[in-house]
């Protein structure tokens, strides 16, 4: 008995004593880097990416400019609800991508910090704010996915354009994600409305037919084609979509009736820790084409050359006149409505 | 001489009360500030409106979610009922028929314990679904896998190791002398079992079954990957929170939740009191013959049929995520591929150590902490008793995500910043299993007879000797239990640490996560298969110390008791 209490003690003050070094390193660290280089800047720039992709660019930030970066990725929606929660301390420093609808709403509910810089002026206006609380690094386009086998299965030919979705015999055969989660999806909405007008709640209507379920990741609709669960996904269209073409027979769509888009956003969060190592970011970000083309690698699109125009050696993947036309200032402002007529309409449709 | 020595017992009487009253105080604090004050911070918010107090986030939420209310509910029981029924036929075949394949059972039950988030809902998709592997490769099927009967067989298996651990921990602890004379009297082995058994363990069956129908409401991950158009109150409120950003209406839809919740928890705390009268004066021993107690007749090949089935599906479902992380399916070919592993080097491998380390810290502090507190709420029934142990329960009925909210609406400010900290992380870990601990504990003691302590109190150990000496030996099985629940989902929950974690503080399965949501499901099945080995390794590690203290413990108190 005497053994096992001994064992416990010991395990005990093991525990106690891992928490309290858990606790502790991140002071030390913190001090440590302080200390290192006064030239640099100094401290740990926190990040919020998209996904975890993007160390290389971080650390080419780390080299070149001193902090160091620590990053977590999340989806803008669990972005939001995590710096509502926070009353106003948040947790990080830099919010690197994601849909700009998320930013808008950020921006009004005062939660980014304005950043000026002189190579902000050369940015294309149409995919910054004006007063400079947010940029982008990119937009993402939207097309389909589809799987070969299956629409040859079922003696289907690939849909060419967004009409051509509501066709009754993709019925079942469709696959979106929830434009609540998806920015990318949330897009489509708000673009085909701008687009359609009036009648593009008859066309979400029609399109929700053919629709079994609204999936709730991002990810879904590219990867369950590729899967062969599905024949047609709604998709954000870039590099990484040729990987699933070595697992499957899968072709991309660019729809003939335009493509929407949406900006992914970067900006600094307001009352930060480090403040000065975001905005030291993204003055680093924009001011060197190098640092672009190595977001182009990582990201396996092109993209950044609408938001910076003119940078040597990429190319657009597609013609720009294949997007569709956007008034983006509404992304912001229109999506709790929208969403809120989306809900009513198809949320409880499709109940057992 | 003797005054003195009365003198000296007496002061340390007071001693031991005095560490009494404290500990209870630590105890009853740590839960207020913890459990109690996060909770009410939910509370508080969703009736927060944009000026100030406001009733808004409800006036819609009942007529509105009332169908989704319904749906919980209905998958709730349907989930709980199947899991409890599969979880006897497991443990029944485990304890007395297949004791040659015991570890090797024990060994996919522990393995099944660790289902990371999302991976067991993408295997059974992959196997059952519309190009599925056994519904479509094997059976030629074009089987449409989403809606709410995949929930339910999902839950249902998920919840299922959980539950036959528990009852495994109670069926070891049965007086099998007791089971010997009913044999002896003539009855049959099923009679004996059903006049016997399953009235002992019937406490731990509704233990089962409330924690599954909490786990089932709260539950987001498996509605939400192959729920399709089937919606539940969890998977509302994570929309609201992930989607909308509506921090008011999901917290008013978490207290909507907790209705359900809080009336299974009443009808738990009723039964369970009745059940306590019942086998009031059973006094329990581990000790007895090992008898032949194998199940016969037709009622042994449906418990067998069962259990198999439940074998055959997890070693099909887990058999197909390690496949995958070592697979790459190359346009209808599966190829051999180290893509996943290297990817999986490649990053960093702190996230398991960090991983590791809270989970440890997690499951010593969090098991020792429930064990202390089922103590003073069963044992001792100290007052408001019940109401401690409601509000331990409730962070395991809330969707995770609520309550890593709540911890960040409690702890975002001075004098109690903790944002940002591994403290919050853990804490968060540790209140959120809690009720797993404090419940197998609860079971544990149902089946010691109370006139032990009083036994032991006559015979001048004092409160702590009570709980050290007497009680906490006999606590062992559920000391394991708990142990291995808090490190297991230390290791894979996500929900309530994804908005606690910041950067720089990243653990395992947030990779995991991030895997899952960029459709990566290699990448992802591999740290998942990391994630499982890790923590099955440090578990059977665990449990094999354990056993073996156990073993030679039972030959000492079988000495004493010769005396």
Redesign the interface.
């Given at each position: 008995m005497k053994k096992g209490k001994r064992l416990l003690a010991a395990l005990l003050v093991l525990v106690m004593s891992l928490a309290l070094a858990a606790c502790g390193t991140d002071k030390k660290e913190s001090e440590g880097t302080k200390k290192e280089d006064s030239k640099k800047l100094s401290g740990t720039l926190k990040v919020i990416a998209t996904s975890e992709n993007y160390q290389p660019l971080f650390d080419k930030f780390t080299e070149e400019v001193g902090p160091k970066v620590e990053f977590i990725s999340m989806s803008s929606g669990e972005v939001l609800s995590k710096l509502k929660a926070e009353g106003g301390t948040p947790a990080a420093d830099l919010w690197f991508g994601g849909g700009i609808d998320a930013f808008m709403d950020a921006k009004e509910n005062n939660l980014l910090e304005k950043v000026d810089f002189d190579a902000a002026d050369d940015l294309a206006a149409d995919y910054k704010d004006s007063e400079n609380y947010w940029f982008s690094k990119g937009i993402t386009v939207v097309g389909f996915i589809v799987n070969n086998d299956i629409l040859k299965e079922k003696g289907l030919e690939a849909p060419k354009s967004w009409d051509d979705l509501t066709k009754p015999e993709y019925k079942g055969e469709i696959l979106m994600s929830d434009p609540a989660i998806s920015g990318t999806n949330y897009a489509v909405v708000n673009a085909l409305l701008q687009t359609k007008g009036d009648a593009g709640w008859d066309y979400f209507n029609k399109l929700n037919e053919n629709i079994t379920y609204y999936s709730k990741r991002g990810a879904d609709p590219s990867t369950k084609v590729a899967a062969g669960e599905v024949a047609i996904g709604i998709t954000y269209i870039d590099g990484t979509l040729d990987e699933l073409k070595e697992t499957a027979d899968v072709s991309i769509v660019y729809p003939a009736d335009g493509m929407p888009y949406v900006p992914e956003g970067v900006a600094a969060f307001a009352n930060a820790e480090n403040t000065e190592a975001a905005k030291a970011f993204i003055e680093w970000f924009y001011s060197d084409d190098e640092n672009m083309k190595q977001l182009a690698e990582i990201d396996q699109k092109n993209t950044c050359l609408l938001v910076k125009l003119g940078i040597k050696g990429l190319e657009l993947d597609f013609d720009q006149s294949q997007l569709m036309k956007e008034d983006l200032s509404l992304f912001g402002k229109e999506r709790t409505a929208i969403l809120e007529r989306w809900n009513n309409l198809m949320g409880d449709k499709g109940e057992e | 001489m003797k005054s003195k020595k009365t003198r000296a017992s007496q002061s340390g009487a007071r001693f031991y009360n005095i560490l009494d009253r404290i500990v209870l105080m630590i105890l009853v604090g740590l839960v207020c500030l913890f459990v109690l004050y996060p909770l009410l911070c939910i509370i508080k918010q969703s009736v927060s409106g944009a000026h100030g107090f406001s009733f808004a986030a409800y006036k819609s939420i009942f007529d509105k979610n009332l169908?989704l209310l319904k749906n919980s509910v209905f998958v709730a029981v349907l989930s709980a009922l199947i899991s409890t029924g599969l979880a006897v036929a497991v443990a029944f075949s485990v304890r007395f028929t297949f004791k040659k394949l015991r570890g090797c059972l024990m060994g996919i039950l522990l393995i099944s314990m660790v289902s990371p988030p999302f991976i067991a809902s993408l295997a059974y998709?992959?196997l059952f679904?519309?190009?599925g592997l056994i519904s479509k490769g094997l059976l030629g099927l074009s089987l449409?896998p989403?809606?709410?009967i995949g929930v339910v067989i999902m839950q249902s298996l998920f919840f299922t190791s959980l539950n036959a651990l528990l009852l495994i921990g109670m069926l070891e602890r049965i007086d099998l002398s007791m089971l010997q004379a009913s044999a002896d009297l003539g009855a049959t082995r099923g009679r004996t079992l059903y006049k016997i058994v399953l009235p002992l363990i019937r406490p731990s069956l509704l233990i089962c079954f409330l924690l599954s129908f909490i786990r089932s409401m709260a539950d987001f991950g498996t509605p939400?990957?192959i729920g399709?158009?089937?919606?539940t109150v969890a998977?509302e409120i994570?929309?609201q929170?992930?989607?909308?950003?509506d921090?008011s209406k999901s917290s008013a839809l978490n207290v909507l939740l907790l209705i359900p919740a809080l009336a299974g928890f009443v009808l738990y705390r009723y039964l369970m009191r009745k059940n306590d009268k019942i086998f009031a004066g059973n006094n329990n021993k581990a000790t007895g013959a090992e008898e032949d107690f194998r199940l016969k007749g037709t009622s042994a090949v449906i418990v067998y049929l069962i259990a198999a089935i439940f074998f055959v599906t997890m070693i099909l479902e887990y058999g197909s995520i390690f496949l995958n992380s070592f697979t790459?399916?190359?346009?209808g070919t599966l190829t051999f591929t180290t893509q996943y592993f290297d990817a999986l080097l490649e990053?960093n491998m702190d996230t398991f150590v960090?991983s590791i380390?809270?989970a440890?810290?997690v499951a010593?502090?969090g098991t020792?902490v429930g064990i202390l507190l089922s103590y003073y709420i069963e044992r001792r029934r100290i007052r408001f008793g019940n109401l401690i142990d409601f509000v331990v329960t409730m962070p395991y009925m809330l969707p995770g995500s609520c309550f890593g909210?709540g911890y960040?609406?409690a702890f975002?400010?001075e004098p109690l910043?903790l944002?940002?900290?591994?403290?919050i992380v853990?804490a968060n870990m540790i209140f959120k299993q809690m009720s797993i601990t404090t419940k197998a504990v609860t079971a544990s003691f149902s089946q010691i007879s109370l006139n032990i302590d009083d036994a032991a109190r006559d015979l001048g150990a004092n409160k702590l000797r009570v709980f050290?000496?007497v009680l906490l030996?006999n606590l062992k099985p559920a000391f394991a239990t708990g142990f291995v629940n808090n490190f297991t989902n230390a290791m894979i929950t996500a929900g309530s640490v994804?908005?606690l974690?910041?950067?720089?503080?990243?653990i395992a399965v947030?990779?995991l996560f991030?895997s899952?949501?960029?459709?990566k499901?290699g990448e992802a099945s591999m740290i998942a298969t990391f994630i499982i080995w890790i923590t099955v390794l440090i578990n059977v590690i665990f449990y094999i110390g354990f056993s073996k203290?156990r073993r030679r413990?039972k030959g000492v108190s079988g000495i004493k008791k010769s005396k």
């Open positions: - | 169908h998709i992959q679904g519309r190009n449409n989403y809606g709410w939400i990957v399709g158009r089937f919606e998977t994570y929309m929170i992930i989607g909308y950003s921090l790459k399916n190359m346009r990053r960090r380390a809270y440890l810290i010593l502090v020792f909210i960040i609406l975002n400010h910043k944002t940002g900290t591994a403290l853990i050290w000496d030996p994804i908005f974690i910041t950067p720089g503080q990243k947030f990779t991030d899952i949501n960029t459709g499901y203290e413990k």
